[in-house]
């Protein structure tokens, strides 16, 4: 962003408490965390369920902030130290609006191409795929790590530089209007839905709530000049379509994934090596590719043909797309495998989890050629509402089918994976149920030898990252 701060603070509507020095000075750059504020910067005083940012706007001034964006009064003590140092600060009724319409304004700033993305698995995946295949061709920006929502997302739009060519935003939900309202701020002009799942059940209901949610990015799309990339074996691929209007609305489809005879970019020919990834032959347009993949698992196969098939739709030659997408590296919590002091390797997937992820997870973890053991250390899942007992319950029932020799369950949730492993025909010897990820770190240190493999995966708030902790690579 490159703001004057008279224009930030109109585009903001903001009411004046204390004048700037000078009006005209740019501000570049904005942040909630005062220990993080730039020179001439501006600093958004958030109010969370722990921390008032109201408390740091004396540190954010001291730090150099040209701009202190409030929505309650500051103690006078803070106001005659902004006067001093010639800061302005700018009261409005809610600071989260704020900073979208800060951001929205910045997004007319910038010519770039934008692909929005979401999908109940995978989004941060294909929005890495995706970013990683553009770059190849444009000067491409996009979403870091988790800052997918309705602080992150504008956030991100407002750090993409004004020369930026190409701006992948991922949009996270957790109820119905949210991403609307996020598409509201980065208008992408395609959009992609890598699939419907149960996650966020829990808030919405019903998958075909889910479907509808999603659907907000599809009619976020401008008519007559969008592209909506959709799974061409997706169950509510139609109903997207028919919700959003896109026909009527003269937005292009285009079908990824799946049988070749209905979709417009797809793979064949898929093969693993030892350690899960894959190799394949993409299609599209008539042409076919060899084409390789760091990132493990068959799931990914389908994420790369979204990313694929968003590159090819700004002309991007299917030989380029492989190559750029041969590039794409594992992100943390996400499949990327580590090696242990012990020896043993830790398939890291332990940033979130559904009964889709974690079946793909254990397809994985499967497909690994070792001489050891193959051990899973399967958590909680959190969002999936009155399905969640059907959920754990199917992902216990993917483990007695799946090549496990051995599976350490973690919290009160993932005992029903326990007990329907067991059901399944798993032997109760090899199932261990713990309370939490110490526990669970104990008992996976009193197994595992030097030749296993070892995959930690379920929700974020169950901790199971903490295995990943003193990797060696």
Avoid at 418 to 445: C, F, K, N, T, Y
Wanted: hydrophobic residues 45%; negative net charge; proline residues 3%.
């Amino acid at each position: 962003m490159d703001f004057s701060i008279e224009t930030a603070v109109r585009r903001i509507g903001a009411r004046i408490v204390v004048e700037p020095s000078s009006p005209l000075s740019r501000v570049s750059s904005i942040t909630w965390d005062s220990r993080a504020v730039e020179q001439g910067g501006a600093f958004l005083a958030l109010k969370g369920a722990r921390v008032d940012g109201h408390d740091f706007a004396g540190a954010a001034i001291a730090a150099g902030a040209a701009l202190v964006i409030v929505t309650d009064d500051l103690p006078e003590q803070a106001l005659a130290f902004a006067r001093e140092a010639g800061c302005c600060i700018a009261r409005v009724p809610d600071a989260q609006q704020a900073l979208s319409a800060l951001a929205s304004a910045w997004r007319e700033e910038l010519s770039a191409h934008v692909v929005g993305v979401t999908g109940s698995v995978g989004k941060t995946t294909t929005r890495g795929l995706a970013a990683q295949v553009l770059s190849a061709r444009f000067k491409t920006e996009s979403t870091k790590g988790n800052f997918n929502n309705e602080l992150g997302l504008p956030l991100t739009v407002l750090t993409a530089p004004k020369d930026c060519e190409a701006l992948v935003v991922e949009m996270g939900m957790d109820g119905r209007g949210q991403i609307a309202r996020l598409a509201a701020v980065a208008r992408p002009e395609r959009a992609i839905i890598t699939n419907v799942g149960t996650a966020h059940l829990e808030y919405l209901g019903t998958r075909e709530n889910i479907a509808r949610a999603k659907a907000e990015i599809a009619e976020a799309l401008p008519d007559g000049e969008g592209v909506a990339f959709l799974a061409a074996d997706g169950e509510f691929t139609d109903f997207i379509i028919e919700h959003a209007r896109l026909a009527e609305r003269g937005i292009r489809v285009v079908r990824f994934g799946g049988e070749g005879h209905a979709s417009d970019v797809y793979a064949t020919e898929v093969a693993f090596d030892a350690e899960g990834r894959p190799t394949f032959v993409l299609h599209a347009q008539g042409e076919s590719c060899a084409c390789a993949l760091k990132l493990r698992g068959a799931h990914n196969v389908q994420n790369a043909c979204g990313a694929a098939a968003i590159g090819l739709s700004y002309g991007m030659s299917l030989p380029d797309v492989c190559h750029a997408l041969a590039g794409a590296q594992a992100q943390a919590g996400r499949q990327a495998l580590l090696r242990m002091p012990e020896g043993y390797r830790l398939l890291d997937d332990a940033y979130n989890a559904s009964p889709e992820s974690m079946a793909a997870s254990l397809s994985v973890l499967s497909s690994f050629s070792t001489s050891g053991s193959r051990i899973a250390v399967l958590g909680d899942m959190g969002e999936l509402g009155s399905a969640s007992d059907a959920g754990h319950d199917s992902v216990g029932r993917a483990v007695a089918g799946a090549k496990i020799d051995a599976l350490i369950c973690v919290g009160p949730k993932s005992r029903r994976i326990a007990h329907a492993a067991r059901a399944a025909g798993m032997d109760p010897a090899r199932i261990q149920e713990v309370d939490d990820a110490g526990a669970a770190r104990e008992a996976l240190s009193r197994i595992v030898r030097a030749d296993d493999v070892v995959l930690a995966k379920a929700s974020h708030c169950m901790g199971l990252s903490k295995l990943a902790e003193g990797a060696v690579d």
